[in-house]
């Protein structure tokens, strides 16, 4: 849909995925192929790799400075993705708390987490900011090290040091829905069998092959690290695929805490044959309004 309505209104895509900044991580984070990017222009993809690091803070600076440039030609920018925080972070103009990364700290964390397991960094966190830890995927260890990082070293939580700021620019939130939570799991389920389908398995191989160990911390999250094991001989392919499922039903009902249906700000659209033209009206409304939110 985005592709669309960059093509009828002149727009430029801008990536709000947090998986689809890495390299090589292409199928499995459902990330635009190279035709689709070839048809309209598409930024904040393939930023980093597996192993590097990459923060709220450096998404929200590049986001920010590609809306101005996409502006300043002239064309609309689409934010696309659904990953709460990025989205978020640049509608509502978040500042990024000042609190530099403390190595001696997160070490000790990362330490915690290896002999306790990871569930031990989350529940610390569920104790001093219940809010931050609603938001936050468990299995998501840096995001959960850095919210610790910021409650110790900050002496408050990490959903009160996050402030807002002001917002230079007008916006329209649409969001995809569907009829019931079971049209949506089944609507998951046929994207996994569908990325399978495209090669995914191979795209794991590649990883592998180049190194890469199933044990980090993107990998977790995206649910690659089922078919890493699978590919390694350590579960089944049947087993890793039921875990993908799982992860993904995970992370959906995760979204809904950062886009819950209520939400006045948002655009609810029901998937299906009248999709692409309520969204098209709605963008016109928007940019002939001259009223932001």
């Known amino acids: 849909m985005a592709v669309v309505l960059a093509r009828r209104f002149h727009g430029e895509i801008i990536n709000a995925d947090s998986g689809q900044v ?44 590609t809306i101005e440039q996409v502006q300043r030609r002239g064309a609309l920018p689409i934010l696309v993705g659904a990953s709460g925080q990025y989205v978020w972070a640049v509608l509502e103009g978040w500042e990024v708390p000042p609190v530099p990364p403390q190595p001696s700290l997160r070490h000790a964390l990362l330490e915690k987490a290896r002999r306790e397991g990871s569930l031990a960094l989350y529940r610390m966190l569920q104790e001093v900011d219940p809010v931050s830890a609603q938001r936050i995927d468990p299995r998501n260890i840096r995001r959960v090290v850095r919210a610790l990082e910021v409650c110790l070293l900050a002496g408050k939580p990490f959903s009160q040091v996050r402030r ?17 939570r079971q049209a949506l799991y089944d609507a998951l389920d046929r994207r996994v069998d569908s990325m399978l389908q495209q090669g995914w398995l191979e795209e794991v191989k590649g990883l592998l092959a180049l190194g890469y160990s199933p044990n980090l911390p993107v990998f977790a ?41 209520g939400d006045p700000r948002i655009h609810w659209l ?18 002939a309004s001259g009223e932001g939110p």
Request: charged share 20%.
């Open 164 to 180: 807002k700021g002001e917002v230079p620019w007008r916006w329209l939130a649409l969001g995809l829905t569907y009829p019931t």
């Open 270 to 287: 029901m998937v299906g044959p009248d999709l692409q033209g309520e969204a098209q009206a709605l963008v016109e409304q928007f940019l």
């Open 22 to 65: 890495y390299r090589g991580l292409d199928i499995g984070t459902a990330k635009p192929p190279p035709s689709v990017r070839a048809e309209v222009p598409h930024h904040l993809y393939d930023l980093v790799g597996p192993t590097e690091t990459f923060s709220l803070g450096l998404y929200l600076q590049l986001a920010r400075q």
């Open 221 to 261: 999250r995206l649910g690659y690290r089922p078919l890493m094991l699978a590919v390694q001989g350590c579960i089944t392919l049947e087993e890793a695929v039921d875990q993908v499922r799982r992860t993904h039903r995970v992370l959906a009902r995760r979204a809904f805490a950062w886009f819950p249906p």
